[in-house]
């Protein structure tokens, strides 16, 4: 049986829109992450897609409590991350690690390469020294980059080395797991599939567990394992990879699969898009019922009421829709 590393229940990331200078009153809650449930394999790439602004984000940084969530569980290696104060927290951190979007702003300017990679190790004192030095070095290596760049600046790689030495600093204190923030959607295409091929040597060497988030569902199909569908804060569906992309279920995912152009330009003039209306609502007000169901072109009774619960239809696949579970209760 597969070994879950990471499992999220019922996590919610509520942020507060307050009203006044002084005497700040809470008027109402951006519901980023609502209710999200889900499994992380070890040693799998979960890919996490939707369109920009549904939450992937939030939900990276909220499993690793970089956002602390308002309500929920995030069980890593048992322990539930969500009720450990900071000081207990600190230590499960060497184990749970980040790659950013964008290579350029999440790297101090002030910092050499050395720096960069040598902080994590110097804020859990490990290791010290020669040996902080070696491992140094040697991480440069290990993400394709020479030795005798550990004194250079930020400003003085390219974009594409620069999250070379994102990636580096991700892998100093040797975690399990590691959250992939859109992390080749800053770079030219070119260095993309360098970065991506990258992530899969350093997974299979190390054994490290992705959540992969990005918005190219060409990408994430080459790298994932299985794939979690999101839309304005809430899962709506979750399968195989191989699955889900040869017959996803829930209407958004085979919404945004018919927009994924195909290489094939005979192919391509013969099959249909499906052309979403109207715009995402704000997470600040979404819709009752299914959040989908203003845009859904298979929307019927009860989607404007009923809030679907995700549920299994198939082996290992997953989704939110009441076209498979009209029983779904209210929320």
Not at 1 to 30: C, H
Not at 195 to 210: A, P, R, S, V
Not at 264 to 272: F, G, L, T
Request: glycine share 6%; with cysteine; charged share 20%.
């Amino acid at each position: 049986m597969d070994e879950i590393l990471v499992q999220i229940k019922n996590l919610k990331m509520y942020f507060p829109v307050t009203s006044g200078i002084f005497l700040q009153r809470k008027m109402a809650e951006i519901k980023a992450v609502d209710e999200v449930s889900l499994d992380i394999i070890r040693g799998e790439t979960l890919g996490l897609v939707g369109e920009s602004g549904c939450g992937k984000t939030t939900l990276g940084k909220s499993i690793l409590q970089l956002y602390r969530p308002t309500s929920g569980e995030v069980l890593f290696e048992g322990n539930d991350l969500c009720r450990m104060p900071n000081k207990q927290l600190r230590p499960l951190r060497q184990k749970l690690q980040v790659i950013f979007q964008d290579p350029h702003e999440s790297l101090d300017p002030r910092f050499t390469a050395a720096d960069v990679i040598g902080e994590p190790m110097r804020i859990h004192g490990v290791p010290k020294g020669r040996a902080r030095r070696e491992r140094i070095e040697e991480l440069l290596d290990v993400v394709g980059l020479a030795s005798y760049m550990a004194n250079r600046y930020p400003h003085e790689f390219s974009g594409g080395q620069r999250q070379r030495l994102g990636i580096a600093r991700a892998l100093a204190l040797n975690p399990s797991f590691i959250v992939c923030d859109e992390p080749i959607s800053a770079l030219d295409v070119s260095i993309q599939a360098q970065i991506i091929n990258l992530l899969g040597d350093l997974q299979e060497k190390f054994h490290i567990t992705y959540l992969f988030i990005s918005h190219d569902l060409s990408v994430v199909r080459h790298i994932s394992n299985r794939v979690a569908v999101m839309y304005l804060g809430k899962l709506v569906e979750v399968a195989d990879r191989d699955e889900l992309y040869k017959a996803p279920l829930h209407p958004y995912t085979q919404a945004l699969l018919s927009a994924v152009p195909i290489p094939d330009p005979a192919v391509e003039a013969q099959r249909s898009v499906i052309v979403l209306k109207g715009e995402v609502p704000s997470p600040l007000n979404p819709p009752p019922g299914c959040v989908f169901h203003p845009r859904c072109y298979k929307v019927f009774g009860p989607c404007a009421t009923v809030v679907p619960m995700l549920t299994e239809v198939s082996s290992g696949h997953h989704v939110a829709c009441h076209l498979y579970s009209r029983a779904s209760p209210s929320n």
